[in-house]
């Protein structure tokens, strides 16, 4: 299976965009070129989904993200679609 995962800091959940934003990301989507100095724009189109997330991390908490990969797409407004995030692995 293919690996299909990258971690960062949540700075941004946006509810009308339908949007979460991290920076200094790793894995996939900044090996795959999705992201703009680091920062990824992810889609995530539950509003409930999306409000789950901003309750369960707070603004600064280090998240992982399942997303679909598609190289070379930078993601600067939700364009990479979040399958499933969590915490970091302990």
């Given at each position: 299976?293919q ?8 700075v941004?959940v946006d ?11 790793e ?10 100095d ?9 509003r409930?989904d999306?409000?789950k ?13 399942e ?5 070379g ?18």
């Amino acid at each position: 299976m293919q690996e299909k995962t990258s971690s960062g800091w949540l700075v941004e959940v946006d509810l009308e965009a339908g949007t979460f934003t991290l920076r200094d990301v790793e894995g996939c989507a900044k090996a795959d070129g999705n992201d703009v100095d680091g920062v990824v724009v992810f889609g995530l189109s539950d509003r409930r989904d999306l409000e789950k997330l901003r309750a369960e991390f707070p603004l600064g908490s280090q998240i992982v993200v399942e997303h679909e990969r598609v190289e070379g797409l930078v993601s600067d407004a939700g364009q990479l679609k979040c399958l499933n995030y969590r915490g970091p692995e302990t």
